[in-house]
Nanobody, 115 residues
């Protein structure tokens, strides 16, 4: 079992920045990819960014150049640095861990961007 706890969400004005953190605990030895997803009001959950254990990254087109995902394997923590935030980035952000096809989710953290 893996437990994920997100932090760092909040209210920010358009153009501002936030940094999300996701602390993982439990059986981490088989976790490869970790990532961030988000669900905006009235929309389906979507991938924001994902990072492999080796550091390879992939981003949604809507956040490329503005968001950066990083990972500290020693601390079992993944981060999402969000810059140049837009109102359309408003959503609940969820941390995800891929355990060889079994997926774990955090409880989510709210990010609200005001115009």
């Amino acid at each position: 079992q893996v437990q994920l706890v997100e932090s760092g969400g909040g209210l920010v004005q358009a153009g501002g920045s936030l940094r999300l953190s996701c602390a993982a605990s439990g059986s981490m030895f088989s976790i490869n990819n970790m990532g961030w997803y988000r669900r905006a009001p009235g929309k389906q959950r979507e991938l924001v960014a994902v990072i492999s254990r080796g550091g390879s990254t992939n981003y949604a087109d809507s956040v490329k150049g503005r968001f950066t995902i990083s990972r500290d394997n020693a601390k079992n923590t993944v981060y999402l640095q969000m810059n140049s935030l837009k109102p359309e980035d408003t959503a609940v952000y969820y941390c995800n861990a891929d355990d060889s096809g079994s997926y774990y989710w955090g409880q989510g953290t709210q990010v609200t961007v005001s115009s």
